[in-house]
């Protein structure tokens, strides 16, 4: 297994910006597919992105197309989630999470501890 963990969370205003990191420990980083899902109170956690092992493809839920860029550096062992015009309705814990496979269920894999986002209205 891998082992993950968030940072870059934080308090916004709406309509601003963050970025979060996720960085992993070992040498076997690029063997994973990553994602970033979110968990608001008294909520399921959902997908919010995806990207394959190369970084050649993402992909998005439709919540956090246009608005958030999901990138990765595997030679850093790292993958960022870029979000852009921040709504009060994202606020959530978000987690990192490295799979073998393509996923947009909160299935087995290797998660992070979460790191908080707030965003005030």
């Known amino acids: 297994q891998v082992q993950l963990v968030e940072s870059g969370g934080g308090l916004v205003q709406a309509g601003g910006s963050l970025r979060l990191s996720c960085a992993a420990s070992?040498?076997?980083?690029?063997?994973?597919?990553m994602s970033w899902f979110r968990q608001a109170p008294r909520k399921e956690r959902e997908f919010v992105a995806g990207i394959s092992r190369s970084g050649g493809s993402t992909y998005y839920a439709d919540s956090a197309k246009g608005r958030f860029t999901i990138s990765r550096d595997n030679a850093k062992n790292t993958v960022y989630l870029q979000m852009n015009s921040l709504k009060p309705e994202d606020t959530a814990v978000y987690y990192c999470?490295?799979?073998?496979?393509?996923?947009?269920?909160?299935?087995?894999?290797?998660w992070g501890q979460g790191t908080q986002v707030t965003v005030s209205s």
């Open positions: 999470a490295a799979h073998e496979r393509v996923v947009t269920t909160p299935d087995f894999g290797s």
């Open positions: 070992g040498r076997t980083f690029s063997r994973y597919v």
